[in-house]
């Protein structure tokens, strides 16, 4: 049908409690018209950011079963969007949906590390196995830290602008859209966006000082869906960082950081814009 809804295949972990991951993904795609098929690269009773050592439910057998079952049924996916990966395994399991869905748009946030360190609980075969994986996307969106460590540059605490535009330029090599995340710029927050051979672009909101698990994924579901919907990247990324930062407006001074922003309270605004 010509008018049925694009199609997403997240490939991130589900976490029960906690704005995070698939929990955030899934509403955030469907608000913005977009049908999202979740494949949990595992299930958790929250999500790993300062809850405590979460039950987590992971059979490494699922995600290729799910592929070959959606292979079967002659799904088309218009989007093939991954997130957070615990190990190379995972990376080819978003390798393979690449290979099975040719014409699919690409994207790949390479979840490593923030802050100027690699995530704990990743280890240092991570950065290659994504770096691999990066190379077959169309679009990443790496933040500053996982920028450096896919260009293996030293790990900076906070990066500037022109670090960051630097860094997204060189990663344009590897993938022909670049977006890098999390931007210091004054009293300002932004993205450094480029294409391969092009003009970048820089996409700025004023910095709320509040940091909230969960944003990034926030970011890159409107991302994808606002280009799915016929944005060019740029416009895209202007209405996805508007969008975090309604959802820290929206979230009260005070509210447990740990929990993430009160997406409830900012999802209608999706719908009406």
């Not at 710029?185 to 480029?194: Q, T």
Request: aromatic share 6%; with cysteine; hydrophobic share 45%.
């Amino acid at each position: 049908m010509s008018n049925a809804p694009k199609t997403v295949l997240a490939i991130h972990d589900l976490p029960g409690f906690g704005r995070a991951a698939l929990s955030v993904i899934v509403p955030v795609l469907s608000c913005l018209g977009v049908q999202a098929v979740a494949l949990p690269t595992a299930v958790l009773s929250t999500h790993t950011g300062g809850l405590g050592t979460p039950a987590k439910l992971s059979n490494p057998g699922y995600g290729p079963a799910a592929l070959a079952h959606y292979q079967r049924l002659g799904l088309r996916f218009d989007c093939i969007y991954s997130g957070y990966l615990s190990d190379p395994t995972q990376a080819k399991l978003v390798e393979q949906a690449f290979e099975l869905w040719p014409h699919a748009l690409k994207v790949v946030d390479p979840v490593l590390g923030d802050g100027g360190r690699l995530y704990k609980g990743l280890g240092a075969e991570m950065v290659p196995a994504m770096y691999n994986l990066c190379s077959k996307a169309d679009l990443i969106t790496p933040n500053v830290t996982e920028a450096a460590l896919l260009l293996g540059d030293p790990l900076p605490g906070v990066g500037s602008a022109e670090q960051a535009a630097e860094q997204t330029a060189q990663l344009t090599r590897i993938a022909p859209q670049v977006v890098v995340t999390g931007v210091a710029d004054g009293r300002s927050i932004g993205c450094v966006g480029a294409a391969r051979g092009g003009q970048g672009y820089f996409v700025k909101t004023p910095l709320i000082p509040r940091m909230y698990h969960g944003t990034g994924d926030i970011f890159g579901a409107v991302l994808v869906g606002r280009i799915l919907q016929g944005n060019v990247p740029q416009a895209a990324v202007q209405a996805a960082a508007a969008f975090v930062a309604d959802c820290i407006r929206l979230t009260p001074e005070g509210a447990d950081e740990r929990l993430g922003v009160w997406l409830e309270a900012a999802l209608p605004k999706l719908i009406t814009q």
